[in-house]
C-alpha cells in the first residue's frame, strides 16, 4: 500500500472537540489545554496512518495478496497495514469527530466492494483473509455515515442495503448458523464464529504449526485433529478475540481451543444490531416488507438471547456451549461442518468476560430500563473495572484478549451502552470510565509517543498491553477512534 494523505484531513478542523476548546480557553485550565493539544496530536495520526493501493494492484490483482480497493483507506497500524474490518467502525468514529466525512465514507466504500465481491466482509484486505470474516459491524458503519451527513450521499442506503442482505445471510446460514433447543422445546435460531479453513493461517503460520503439534501430536492438515484445530483457531482470529481464554476448554491453553463449539453473546448481539439497521434502512428507503421481515427477525433474535444466553442471577449475558442435542457430551462439534437441521443443546458459560455486557450497546434492553441498569449494576461488581479501564476477562492467561489488557472497543462499546441504557447510574459510569481510559491514554502518549492497540487496566499510570502471539503495536486507528470519539463526549 502506499502512502497518501487524506483529502478532507485539516491541521485544524472546524468545530474540533468545542468543549474542549472552550474549558481549554479558561484561565488556569492546564489540565484541558493538556487534553486538547493531545487531541490535536491524536488527530493528526490519521496522517500517517492512510494508504492507498497502488496501481500495480488494481491492474493484475492475481499477482498480489492485496485486494484491490476502489478508495484510499486508513490502517491500523505498525503490523497491521491493510483494512481490517472491525477495526474500522471505531476508526470512522474518530474520522467523524476531526470532521473527516469523506474519508470515513471512502472505508465504507472499500468495505462494501469486498462484500459485493466475495459475498462477506473478510477479516482484511488480503486473499489469505477470504476464509474468514470478524465482527459484523457495516451496518452500523454505514448508519453512522448516513446520519453523519445525510445529504452528502443520499443513495449510500439503497447501495447499501442489498449488500447488508448478502452479510446477513451469510451469518445466518450453516455453519455459522445453529438450531438450539431451549430447556422448554423451542428451537431457535442463533450463530457462531466458523471459519472455512482447516489449515495453518498463513499469517501466523509457524505459530498455528507450533500450537498444533503441541495440541495434537501433528501439524499435518491431513490429521483431523490438526485440521479441526486449525479450523478452531481461524475462527477465534474471526471474533476479533484472537486470543482469549473465553474459547478454551481448560480455560487457559489455546491447543483447548474450541471456538465454533460458543455461541457468543457479542456476536448474536452484533446480528441484532444489524437487523434493526436494515430494518431501518429498508424504511428509510420505502422497503416495507424488508423492514417488517426484520424488525421480526431481530425480536426473534432478542427473544432467543434472553431465552438461552441471558441470566437474571448474574444480570448478564454468558456465551453458550454447543453440544448436540442427542449427545451426552459437549466435547464434540467443531470437528465437521454442522449437518442441515442438525439441533443443539447449550450450557451458559459462567466466566465473566467483557463480552458478555456488549449486548447492552447492541440495543437489547431498549424498552425495559429496569433490565439495563441490572447489566450496569452488574458490570460495575464484575470485577473487569480497573484503575485504568475495563479489563477483557478475569483471568491472566498471558494471551492478549485476557487480563490484565483493556482493548478501545470493549471500552467504547460498554461505555455508550451504560450511557444509552444504564440509567442514571450508568451515565455516571460512562462519564467516568471514557475519563479515566483517555486520561489514561494521554499520560501512556506522552511517555511513549505512540498509542497502542492495547493496555494494561491493573495500573492508573498508564502501561502498554502485552502478551499473545505478537508484540505490542502501536499506530493505533481504533484507540485513536475511540479516544478522540470519547474526548468529544465527556470531556
Known amino acids: ?76 497500524g505498525d503490523r497491521f497495514r491493510e483494512t481490517y474490518y472491525w477495526d474500522s467502525y471505531w476508526v470512522i468514529r474518530g ?54 451527513a445525510p445529504q452528502r450521499d443520499p443513495l449510500l442506503l439503497q447501495r447499501a442495503l442489498p449488500l447488508l442482505l448478502r452479510e446477513h445471510a451469510y451469518w445466518t446460514t450453516a455453519p455459522k448458523a445453529v438450531r438450539v433447543a431451549a430447556a422448554n422445546g423451542s428451537v431457535y435460531n442463533m450463530s457462531r464464529y466458523y471459519a472455512a479453513w482447516t489449515q495453518p493461517r498463513p499469517e501466523s503460520y509457524r505459530e498455528d504449526v507450533a500450537t498444533a503439534a503441541n495440541a495434537t501430536g501433528s ?30 476448554k481448560d480455560g487457559k491453553t489455546l491447543g483447548t481451543i474450541r ?15 444489524m437487523e434493526r439497521n436494515i430494518a431501518w434502512a429498508a424504511n428509510r428507503t420505502g422497503d416495507a ?25 448474574t444480570g448478564m449475558w454468558h456465551d453458550g456451549i454447543l453440544s448436540p442435542a442427542n449427545a451426552t457430551s459437549s466435547n464434540s462439534s467443531s470437528k465437521t461442518t454442522a449437518a442441515a437441521g ?33 447489566v450496569v449494576q452488574a458490570l460495575q461488581a ?21 487480563y490484565p489488557n483493556g482493548w478501545p472497543p470493549l471500552q467504547h462499546m460498554l461505555v455508550e451502552g451504560a ?10 459510569f460512562a462519564t467516568n470510565t471514557a475519563r479515566t481510559w483517555v486520561n489514561m491514554n494521554a499520560r501512556v502518549f506522552n511517555a511513549t509517543g505512540h498509542m497502542h492497540e492495547k493496555y494494561n487496566t491493573s495500573s492508573a499510570s498508564g502501561l502498554v498491553g502485552r502478551g499473545g502471539e505478537y508484540a505490542p503495536q502501536v499506530g493505533f486507528g481504533w484507540s485513536n477512534g475511540v479516544a478522540l470519539d470519547f474526548l468529544a463526549k465527556y470531556f
Open 219 to 248: 501439524s499435518d492438515p491431513a490429521n483431523p485433529a490438526a485440521a479441526a484445530l486449525y479450523r478452531e483457531l481461524a475462527s477465534g482470529a474471526e471474533s476479533g478475540w484472537d486470543y482469549s481464554s473465553r474459547w478454551f
Open 382 to 402: 464484575s470485577g473487569l473495572v480497573g484503575p485504568a479501564g475495563i479489563a477483557t476477562t478475569l483471568n491472566p492467561t498471558g494471551q492478549q484478549w485476557d
Open 259 to 273: 471456538t465454533t463449539q460458543i455461541v457468543p453473546a457479542d456476536l448474536n448481539a452484533f446480528l441484532y444490531q
Open 419 to 428: 450511557a444509552r441504557h444504564g440509567g442514571p447510574a450508568g451515565g455516571a
Open 1 to 76: 500500500l502506499q502512502q497518501c494523505v487524506p483529502p478532507d484531513w485539516q491541521q485544524q478542523p472546524a468545530n474540533f472537540l468545542p468543549n474542549l476548546t472552550a474549558a481549554a480557553a479558561a484561565a488556569g485550565n492546564a489540565s484541558a489545554r493538556q487534553l486538547l493539544q493531545f487531541g490535536r496530536d491524536v488527530h493528526g495520526l490519521w496522517r500517517l496512518l492512510c494508504r492507498q493501493v497502488p496501481p500495480a494492484v488494481l491492474q493484475n490483482p492475481e499477482r498480489h495478496s492485496l485486494l484491490p480497493l476502489p478508495n484510499r483507506t486508513v490502517v491500523p
Open 289 to 313: 416488507a424488508t423492514r417488517e421481515a426484520f424488525n421480526r427477525a431481530a425480536a426473534q433474535r432478542r427473544a432467543a438471547m434472553q431465552a438461552l444466553l441471558w441470566n437474571n442471577a
Open 342 to 374: 442438525q439441533v443443539y443443546t447449550l450450557t451458559q458459560n459462567p466466566a465473566v468476560f467483557a463480552s458478555n455486557f456488549v449486548p447492552l450497546w447492541a440495543g437489547l434492553t431498549e424498552g425495559d430500563k429496569a433490565q439495563g441498569a441490572r
Open 95 to 148: 474520522l467523524l469527530t476531526s470532521n473527516m466525512t469523506a474519508t470515513a465514507a471512502g472505508l465504507v466504500g472499500n468495505l462494501m466492494a469486498m462484500l459485493a465481491a466475495v459475498g462477506h466482509v473478510p477479516n482484511g484486505a488480503r486473499v489469505y483473509y477470504l476464509n474468514r470474516s470478524q465482527p459484523p459491524l457495516l451496518s452500523a458503519m454505514v448508519r453512522d455515515i448516513y446520519e453523519a
